[in-house]
């Protein structure tokens, strides 16, 4: 039975394709920039969590945050940083955390709960789904829904 129809792409003929790129402006520090700044952002998160400041850390990560297509290496180290400053978290310390995100950060920091229960092995559950109750109760249902609606993919 021939079946190599069905791995034909057909959007690629229609006029009116939407491709990612139409929907948001690439970044404009370009894949080799987006790549350098989240290499140091990286560094200088390990060195914030070393001193205890995980505040810092989190506020410093969720700073222009990498998105758009080609920075898949950035995407993934900022992701990596994201989860080992929720790791690294005393529970107690969490609301107070949150409270001094402005509403962007919290938003975007809500992003990489979602794109971390798409990665089980490399974070427990329990400890997303505990940032993520606690971020709905200082951020409200509204932060999940523009998460869920944003056009920049984390």
């Given at each position: 039975m021939n079946t190599a129809f069905r791995k034909i792409d057909i959007d690629q003929y229609d006029e009116d394709r939407l491709v990612p790129s139409d929907l948001y402006d690439p970044d404009?520090?370009?894949?080799?920039g987006v790549l350098a700044d989240?290499?140091?952002?990286s560094t200088e998160v390990r060195s914030l969590l070393s001193r205890g400041d995980a505040s810092g850390?989190?506020?410093?990560?969720?700073?222009d945050c990498p998105y758009g297509e080609?920075?898949?290496?950035?995407?993934?180290?900022?992701?990596?940083?994201?989860?080992?400053?929720?790791?690294?978290?005393r529970s107690a310390d969490i609301p107070a955390i949150l409270k001094a995100l402005d509403e962007g950060q919290q938003?975007?920091?809500?992003?990489y709960l979602y794109k971390g229960?798409?990665?089980?092995?490399?974070?427990?559950?329990?400890?997303?789904?505990?940032?993520?109750?606690?971020l709905t109760e200082v951020a409200g249902t509204g932060c999940v829904v523009r998460v869920m609606t944003d056009r920049h993919v984390v």
């Open positions: 404009p520090r370009g894949p080799d989240a290499r140091n952002k850390a989190l506020a410093t990560i969720l700073a080609g920075v898949d290496e950035a995407k993934n180290l900022t992701t990596a940083a994201v989860l080992s400053i929720l790791n690294s978290t938003d975007k920091l809500m992003a229960m798409s990665k089980p092995s490399e974070v427990s559950g329990s400890v997303l789904l505990n940032w993520h109750e606690k």
